[in-house]
């Protein structure tokens, strides 16, 4: 049942008063939102959840990270960036325009965000973290002059590239990430971009990763990334591992909110919006976040 199904269904049960099909919806949205709410006071406990690790570890968590993602993406490249049976490759071509134009979303966001908050854009370089295979990279690339589209997946760069190339788009560079330390080599940007990816990795990477990348903003660029910072039951530690894996081949995983804002505020960025999302689907706590450097350096 879609949403107009459901209005339709509560419609007719309310058809004597429409005050009775306000309060019914009214109830509907206040209960899902107290459950949801609920989520987030259970587990994510900033302690149980191990962040500080050497970098000899953090490398090797990372190259379970780039293994799962290199056999997904050689497996089913679009299944694996929008976990929905009609992308995967049995079905993918008659779902391929549905699947590129989901990817409207980042730049659309990006500049909704910027209204709202009094930021003005500098379409110069753009980082997106993970670009997958190019969802959201080919309209990123259509305005700003140049992205530089950073993945672990050969398979997914690959379809990544292929797609740009038929879009007619050359102001790319797309690289093939082997080493987490490689991000510590990039040069500066003027926003950074990343969806459905900082997730994917153990809470110590994804804190050496927005640590390392956020330092890296210029001056008036933007930030715009989203990543889960909780789910309930979740804890995590090198050495007992994790207890929230995804069936898929890929991991998923949590990174407490304050850790992000600590690394927001530790580079002197300015945080203008927080914003709840459905990207880690209803169960987790998914956030973007959305800023600014408005240092003068
Ligand atoms: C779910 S897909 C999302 C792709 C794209 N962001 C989108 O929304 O269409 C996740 C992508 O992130 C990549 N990825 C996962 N961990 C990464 C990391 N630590 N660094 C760079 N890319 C990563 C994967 O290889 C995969 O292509």
Redesign the pocket.
């Known amino acids: 049942m879609n949403i107009n199904d459901a209005i339709a269904f509560l419609s007719v049960a309310a058809t004597p008063s429409i005050d009775t099909f306000n309060q019914a919806i009214t109830v509907i949205r206040e209960d899902t939102l107290d459950a949801f709410i609920a989520t987030q006071f259970k587990g994510g406990n900033v302690g149980s959840i191990e962040v500080n690790v050497s970098k000899e570890v953090l490398f090797r968590l990372?190259e379970r990270?780039q293994q799962q993602?290199m056999a997904v993406?050689e497996r089913e490249p679009y299944a694996?960036?929008?976990a929905d049976g009609k992308y995967m490759m049995a079905n993918i071509a008659e779902n391929l325009t549905e699947f590129r134009s989901s990817?409207a979303m980042g730049i659309q966001q990006l500049q909704q965000l910027a209204v709202k908050n009094g930021v003005n854009l500098n379409y110069g370089s753009c980082l997106?973290?993970?670009?997958?295979?190019g969802?959201?990279t080919g309209y990123l690339a259509h305005h700003f002059k140049t992205v530089t589209g950073?993945?672990?997946?050969p398979g997914?760069l690959r379809v990544c590239a292929a797609y740009l190339n038929e879009l007619g788009l050359h102001n790319t560079d797309l690289r093939l990430?082997k080493n987490?330390s490689e991000l510590e080599t990039l040069e500066g940007f003027d926003a950074f971009i990343?969806?459905?990816?900082i997730q994917?990795?153990e809470p110590p990477?994804q804190k050496y990763?927005l640590d390392t990348v956020l330092a890296k903003l210029r001056p008036g660029g933007v930030f715009m990334f989203q990543t889960i910072v909780n789910a309930p039951g979740y804890a995590y530690s090198v050495e007992g591992n994790f207890n929230y894996k995804d069936v898929q081949g890929y991991e998923m995983h949590a990174l407490p909110m304050q850790h992000i804002l600590k690394i927001i505020q530790k580079h002197g960025l300015t945080l203008l919006d927080v914003l709840k999302d459905r990207q880690g689907g209803w169960s987790v706590d998914s956030y973007t976040f959305f800023g600014v450097n408005s240092r003068n350096d």
């Open positions: 990372f990270i993602w993406g694996s960036v929008l990817g997106e973290l993970g670009c997958g295979v969802r959201l950073i993945d672990i997946s997914n990430m987490l990343s969806f459905l990816v994917h990795n990477i990763m």
